[in-house]
Structure formats: C-alpha cells, structure tokens
C-alpha cells in the first residue's frame, strides 16, 4: 500500500455511504493502518446527498480536512452523477466505482471528461440477492476493496466478519447476508 490513500463518497442520507466509510476506517484500523473516516452532510434526511471520506495510510495522519483531491470515489446513489460532480478532483491515476446496473460505456459520458478508471458494480442485485433487501452499502464497500487494493481480499473478509459479530451481536442472522454480499461483490465488480 502507498503511504496514504484518500477516498471520498457519494451517496444519499440512509444508503449506507457513511456507515460504509466508518467501517472501512475500522476495518484497516484492526489491520494496523493509521485510518481517518468521517461524514460530512447538511441538514440530515433521507434521500438528500451527502459525502463521507477515508484517509488510510501505513503512517500517521497529519491532515484533518475534507477530501478535494481522492485518489477513488465511490458513487452509491448514479442519480448523484446528475446533479454532483463526483468527479472532481478525482486523481487520474485513481479510479471511481459507481452502482449501476448500466454499462461502463453508459456511465462514462456523465464523469465530466474524467480519463481515469471506471468500474461498475450492481448493488441493488447484489443486496437483494444476498440480503432480500436493498442495502448498498457492503457492496460498495467490498468494491472499493477490490478496486483499490487496500488490503489483502481475504483479510477484508476475515476483519469484516469481525466487525459484523460485534455489530450485529443482537441479530445474528444478518452476519451470513452481508458475507455473502461482500463476497458477491468482490467478484463482480467490473
């Protein structure tokens, strides 16, 4: 892993951006990573957008800011790529990850130009299938993962079984659906 990598999220209130970028700072913090995860929206409800950031490094962390030049980002809502610029800022050498069920060919004319890396997950079936809800949030974690190489696939997946115990120590029974939509989403990411 480089010294530091910076990803920012797009989404809408109740989609999981936030919880997934909190869990992603937890996970690489139980890994050894020096780790930054925080939200950053207006006036909170559901549907409306908002932001959240991960500062991961394999040193300290000095910048307490928000993120104006990510190296991924990670689109939880395509409806965003309407009315956002999700791609602003967003390093050519990075990548952006967006949940859609259309092509990457269809997607690309709304980035706004960007030249970089574009990879397209199916959130929704993947949820659906794995959790009979619509929860985007463990794909779309499991995603960046994969795009990023953050960490090892199966450390991801070991850590996050950790973290969905303690999480879900009341309601065990949803540790088994978010598994397998973490491993779905590992493989289909494209």
């Given at each position: 892993m480089k010294k530091l990598t910076e990803i920012r999220w797009h989404g809408r209130g109740g989609q999981g951006a936030k919880t997934a970028a909190l869990l992603l700072a937890?996970?690489?913090?139980?890994?050894g990573m020096y780790v930054q995860g925080f939200p950053e929206y207006g006036p909170e409800r559901m549907g409306a957008p908002i932001t959240a950031y991960n500062?991961?490094?394999?040193?300290?962390?000095?910048?307490?800011?928000?993120?104006?030049?990510p190296d991924y980002v990670v689109v939880v809502d395509e409806t965003l790529l309407d009315s956002v610029n999700v791609t602003d800022g967003l390093k050519k050498e990075g990548a952006?990850?967006?949940?859609?069920?259309?092509?990457?060919?269809?997607i690309i004319p709304k980035l706004n130009g960007y030249e970089g890396r574009v990879y397209t997950i199916d959130a929704r079936k993947i949820s659906l299938e794995a959790l009979?809800?619509?929860f985007p949030n463990s794909p779309m974690l499991a995603a960046i993962v994969k795009v990023s190489g953050i960490m090892e696939e199966e450390t991801f997946l070991e850590e996050m079984r950790k973290s969905?115990?303690?999480k879900f120590a009341s309601k065990p029974e949803v540790i088994e659906g978010n598994m397998k939509a973490l491993s779905l989403a590992l493989q289909e990411v494209q």
């Open positions: 937890d996970v690489a913090f139980s890994t500062r991961l490094s394999s040193e300290k962390i000095r910048t307490h800011s928000n993120i104006y030049d952006i990850v967006i949940n859609t069920a259309r092509s990457k060919e269809d009979g809800k619509y969905y115990a303690h």
